[in-house]
């Protein structure tokens, strides 16, 4: 247990030093924007970097702190002596037990929620989207956004490839 904290005080260290070095990688890139060594590519997966750190943020602060109750059960078990009250150390045992199974549990669901993309995907699961209150159909019809149409990279690549095309032209001028 002692070395499962200092993995977890290693990972949170890291984890922070890696979203802000990526936050000041992008603050960077946007001031450069106006020079020649602007890179789209490496924007691109800067802002891909800070999503994905921002769902994982969203995964690793309850995933953290769902982890103090068991560190409080195994300090408990480790308190009590051997042959002295006998049953408070084996009800922590199985408290303990208990926990780490509810903590899979909380994780796994947590994961499964902590994005919007993730919860459109897990509502096509059916058991799944029942439960989360899947439509039988999305309806596409209604919407506005051309973005519902397409992949967001597709989109993304959509853009780029009319900003890199250039001002397009008509008879009598460009538009």
Known sequence: MTLFAFYLSIGIVIFFYLLNLNKAKEKSLTARRITTRYSV?????????????????KIAVPATVWTVPAFIIFSIYLAIPEGVCDFVKYFSVALFDLHISMYILGLMQRLCTCDKKMIRGMRRIPFVGKRLGRKTRPDRSKSTDSRNEQDDGEFYFAQLAGDLAGPKTVKGGVT
């Open 41 to 57: 590519a490496k924007h691109y997966q800067v802002n891909e970097n800070l999503l994905v750190f921002a769902m994982l943020r």
